[in-house]
């Protein structure tokens, strides 16, 4: 039996939803796997020669926790190829655990609940607003109270993401250390009014809206330090004819939300890491709705 599993990228917070919003992409890391008398990872693309090849390899972590939770043992030989950067804030790290817990269910013929799977994915990433996406595919809006509850909405079709991705690693314990540990009223205010005007402007379709709903005063004030002329990138796209910019999950990824002027919207926002000497790119994405899936190789 051998199979590949197929995990898509995501784009988390888009302003003032922190740990709350969500957004699958169509860019994958695919996982190739088959059943072996022991366990053997090889890793081509992004992170080929950063990450671990042995049990420490996030994805066999979350596979094999995963069978330990269905009472299995059965080594794997896998392959990963991975298209999505690394520490960028694109779920690079839920791909790993949602394609582990996959192709433990693949190989022990069992199904999770969903409520299982994120028990098991919560272990190693304790936010749902990129593993939901990576799962589920979508728009989703996530909340946990210890049980988690979520609705995933539709997500118009006009619209693309256009992802800047700068060669500036950030991990998620760093972006976070520089948050505060309470906020004031007003923010908090601040952004719920947001996250409302976002959802109801997407449902409306009036774009117009989006520059003022993916403002925030929760995380982008405290991580923009994090990545060199943040505001500047932010200013460029929208003069470039972008509705929405915002900071991408932890960062140090940028993206927007546009109908039209892609690349001129990717090019602009370039150009700024260009002029501080940082080399980027940009790439232009559907959103993907399907999820995480199984095929045949």
Request: charged residues 25%; proline residues 5%.
């Given at each position: 039996?051998?199979?590949?599993?197929?995990?898509?990228?995501?784009?988390?917070?888009?302003?003032?939803?922190?740990?709350a919003?969500?957004?699958?992409?169509?860019?994958?890391?695919?996982?190739?796997?088959?059943?072996?008398?022991?366990?053997?990872?090889?890793?081509?693309?992004?992170?080929?020669?950063?990450?671990?090849?042995?049990?420490?390899?996030?994805?066999?972590?979350?596979?094999?926790?995963?069978?330990?939770?269905?009472?299995?043992?059965?080594?794997?030989?896998?392959?990963?190829?991975?298209?999505?950067?690394?520490?960028?804030?694109?779920?690079?790290?839920?791909?790993?655990?949602?394609?582990?817990?996959?192709?433990?269910e693949?190989?022990?013929?069992?199904?999770?609940?969903?409520?299982?799977?994120?028990?098991?994915?919560?272990?190693?990433?304790?936010?749902?607003?990129?593993?939901?996406?990576?799962?589920?595919?979508?728009?989703?809006?996530?909340?946990?109270?210890g049980?988690?509850?979520?609705?995933?909405?539709?997500?118009?079709?006009?619209?693309?993401?256009?992802i800047?991705?700068?060669?500036?690693?950030?991990?998620?314990?760093?972006?976070?250390?520089?948050?505060?540990?309470?906020?004031?009223?007003?923010?908090?205010?601040?952004?719920?009014?947001?996250?409302?005007?976002?959802?109801?402007?997407?449902?409306?379709?009036?774009?117009?809206?989006?520059?003022?709903?993916?403002?925030?005063?929760?995380?982008?004030?405290?991580?923009?330090?994090?990545?060199?002329?943040?505001?500047?990138?932010?200013?460029?796209?929208?003069?470039?004819?972008?509705?929405?910019?915002?900071?991408?999950?932890?960062?140090?990824?940028?993206?927007?939300?546009?109908?039209?002027?892609?690349?001129?919207?990717?090019?602009?926002?370039?150009?700024?890491?260009?002029a501080?000497?940082?080399?980027?790119?940009?790439?232009?994405?559907?959103?993907?709705?399907?999820?995480a899936?199984?095929?045949?190789?």
């Open positions: 039996m051998k199979f590949k599993v197929s995990v898509p990228a995501s784009t988390s917070n888009l302003g003032p939803g922190f740990d919003l969500g957004l699958a992409l169509t860019l994958y890391n695919e996982f190739i796997i088959e059943p072996s008398d022991f366990y053997s990872v090889e890793i081509e693309g992004e992170g080929a020669n950063e990450l671990p090849k042995d049990e420490k390899n996030l994805f066999l972590r979350a596979y094999r926790s995963t069978m330990e939770y269905l009472g299995l043992n059965q080594p794997i030989k896998v392959k990963l190829i991975n298209r999505i950067p690394l520490g960028r804030g694109l779920g690079s790290s839920a791909t790993a655990i949602v394609g582990g817990i996959l192709a433990a693949k190989i022990s013929g069992k199904e999770l609940s969903l409520p299982e799977v994120i028990d098991v994915a919560f272990k190693f990433e304790p936010h749902p607003d990129n593993v939901l996406p990576a799962y589920t595919g979508g728009f989703v809006v996530a909340a946990t109270n049980d988690l509850s979520y609705v995933k909405l539709d997500f118009p079709e006009e619209l693309k993401v256009i800047v991705v700068p060669e500036l690693f950030l991990s998620t314990e760093e972006s976070r250390s520089v948050l505060p540990n309470s906020y004031t009223k007003e923010d908090v205010i601040f952004n719920i009014q947001r996250v409302a005007l976002f959802l109801g402007a997407l449902q409306k379709k009036d774009f117009g809206l989006l520059k003022e709903a993916v403002k925030d005063r929760i995380h982008q004030p405290y991580r923009c330090d994090l990545i060199p002329s943040f505001w500047e990138i932010l200013s460029e796209g929208y003069k470039a004819g972008a509705y929405a910019v915002y900071l991408s999950g932890a960062g140090s990824c940028i993206g927007a939300l546009a109908d039209k002027n892609f690349d001129e919207i990717g090019k602009a926002m370039c150009n700024v890491f260009d501080l000497g940082i080399e980027s790119k940009y790439i232009v994405l559907d959103v993907d709705k399907e999820g899936r199984i095929e045949k190789v």
